[in-house]
């Protein structure tokens, strides 16, 4: 069954909702490795187990929102049934080398989600 996978934090000041999250939620908050302009998120749930992991970057446009990534075996499929079942295709599937490939959808309602399948063998 598909679940949320990630989710994404845009961001004007990344140092400001880097403190706001580390302070309100205990989240961990780490850079990733390299050049890419992205913050790893770590969370965990009630009990203190591992949960859903996220992210943070600068907003790359006004009005974004945060969005949560649904894992799927196969980004192609779901997005030709987002389609039949009236979504739009926001942003197409994209590859993340190194880590799988994203795409982003406005479901019937008016709601953006993203889809995320994983493939650490992905390149540019």
């Known amino acids: 069954m598909a679940t949320i996978a990630h989710f994404d934090i845009p961001v004007d000041n990344v140092e400001r909702a880097k403190r706001f999250y580390e302070s309100l939620f205990d989240w961990t908050i780490e850079k990733t490795p390299g050049e ?4 790893f998120i770590g969370t965990t749930d009630l009990n203190g187990q ?3 992991g996220g992210g943070m970057a600068k907003r790359e446009k006004a009005g974004q929102q945060i969005t949560n990534f649904i894992g799927v075996r196969s980004i192609a499929e779901c997005l030709e049934r987002v389609k039949d079942l009236g979504g739009d295709v926001l942003q197409p599937k994209t590859p ?3 880590w799988g490939h994203l795409a982003v959808c406005l479901d019937t309602e008016g709601n953006t989600f993203g889809l995320w399948e ?3 063998k992905t390149k540019a």
Not at 36 to 39: D, G, I, K, N, Q
């Open 36 to 39: 890419m302009p992205y913050w």
């Open 96 to 98: 993340i080398p190194g």
């Open 50 to 52: 591992k949960s859903v």
């Open 118 to 120: 994983e493939d650490q």
